[in-house]
């Protein structure tokens, strides 16, 4: 999925986002940027467009899905040691790339 290119984004302090409130909500509803609210220098906020909330929501159900595939899968592995894992991963892997070199090499002898 191919993100929409972003407007840039202001910081602000807090009193600046009061005292221009009105203006500070409108620009991320108009696609003219985010702003980022900071009390004493430090990020404490931000005003982003209902797109960026929407698309924020979506990535955090993506990311739930996939803990909790990674929980699941991790769990049938309790109790092995991890360069055990690491090992089998790789002779796994190394399996694959040369079954897959074979399929290659037979598709590309003549008469196949």
Known sequence: MALPKQPATETMSITEA???FGEVV???RRGEGRVIVED???PVGGIVSIEDIRRLEEMDRELAG???ILQRTGSGFRGIPADEIEREIGN???EVEADY???R???SEPGS
């Open 40 to 42: 004493a220098g430090t």
């Open 101 to 103: 070199r074979v399929n």
């Open 92 to 94: 796994a892997i190394a």
């Open 18 to 20: 009061r005292e221009n």
């Open 26 to 28: 409108t620009r991320p």
């Open 105 to 107: 090499e037979e598709k």
């Open 66 to 68: 996939i803990e909790d």
